[in-house]
């Protein structure tokens, strides 16, 4: 059995845009709660901290393209120290569709892409 998952079970949004039936289960993964959104608003299923970047790392990149190749690398590697909860995502993302919820303003640049390339990237088991 493949290991990889579906492109289409990976979909990314911003906590400001509006939740939508096809979402799945929509998880947050900054460490920060958005500015100026009410929890009910946002409809989550999970806050997921644990996956966000640490806030050396965040603060780093500060949302600098110069910086986002280094930026993804960084992310990848403290991941690493955080396997199980990556690993939990994974599996809930080849059970169906997930929607990364960020707050950032920069919409190609941010940790959900990182993460959700992380995610499609072929895998060993």
Known sequence: MSSNIPPSHVQIK????TPAQ???TRILIDRLWPRGV?????????????????TELRQWFGHDPARWTEFQQRYAEELRAH???????????RK?????VYGAHDEIHNNAVALRDILLA???H
Do not use: F
């Open 14 to 17: 911003r906590a400001y845009e």
């Open 22 to 24: 096809d979402d799945g």
């Open 38 to 54: 009410k929890k009910e608003v946002l409809a989550l299923d999970q806050w997921d901290k644990e996956l966000a970047p640490s």
């Open 83 to 93: 396997a199980p909860a990556l690993d939990a995502l994974r599996a809930l993302s």
């Open 96 to 100: 169906g569709r997930i929607t990364l």
């Open 122 to 124: 072929p895998t060993a």
